[in-house]
């Protein structure tokens, strides 16, 4: 069982709808983070929040909008995405940002672009 | 930017086997992590290593972070189906982690 929590498990869209993801800790930490994973690539890193502040931003592109209403929340808003938009988004929280700290990882969202 | 290779990109072994995956840090690391995401799974943390030179060991695996701190080794000793999986590791600088492309190990029983 994972103290970090992610809506939908799947979500398959168009390119012009409009749709969210939502992450969940339980754990009481301070620092959250969407990763993207994509076949035969690295985790890519694509937001990192302390304290519901935004302290990364890893040049992605404007269809991604992230926020981050409390420490406990992260969510993902998309908006006409293209098909290589299609990935297991992971979120992950630790409890600084501090890359000496693990990283707990949610179970992720598997997002197929029509 | 910092860059953190890994390899082997696949390994297939007979169980029993000896496996090792190797990481290597374009750049001087603060820590590695290394993660292990069964098929269908998440990456779970599986340990962190600080030190220059540091050997630690968990059961059958073996990590080591080298005296530069800029590569690490994950052995695993007579592989199980069990250890069926994808081993990152992350290298920690500044904030961040950076991870590698991952070991995708499979086990022939």
């Known amino acids: 069982e994972t103290g970090v929590t992610q809506t939908p498990r799947h979500l398959v869209m168009g390119m012009t709808n409009k749709k969210s993801l939502k992450c969940e800790q339980h754990?009481?930490?301070?620092?959250m983070y969407w990763y993207k994973q994509s076949a035969k690539k690295p985790l890519e890193l694509m937001f990192v929040?302390?304290?519901?502040?935004?302290?990364e931003n890893n040049s992605v592109p404007s269809r991604f909008s992230p926020e981050c209403p409390n420490s406990s929340h992260l969510f993902l808003h998309l908006h006409t995405l293209q098909p290589e938009d299609s990935a297991l988004y992971l979120c992950a929280s630790s409890r600084l940002v501090d890359s000496n700290q693990p990283q707990h990882f949610g179970d992720g969202t598997r997002l197929s672009i029509l | 930017g910092q860059q953190v290779m890994q390899i082997p990109q696949y390994q297939h072994v007979q169980e029993g086997e000896d496996f090792t995956t190797y990481c290597n840090s374009s750049?001087?690391?603060?820590?590695i992590q290394w993660y292990k995401q069964r098929p269908g799974g998440h990456p779970v943390f599986l340990i962190q290593l600080v030190k220059s030179g540091e050997v630690k060991k968990q059961k059958r695996l073996t990590f080591q972070f080298g005296e530069a701190k800029k590569n690490s080794s994950l052995h695993i000793t007579a592989t199980q189906t069990t250890d069926v999986g994808t081993y990152f590791c992350g290298g920690g600088s500044n904030y961040k982690l950076t991870f590698g492309k991952g070991t995708l190990l499979t086990v022939n029983p």
């Open positions: 929040y302390s304290l519901e502040e935004r302290v």
């Open positions: 750049t001087t690391l603060s820590n």
């Open positions: 754990l009481g930490h301070n620092a």
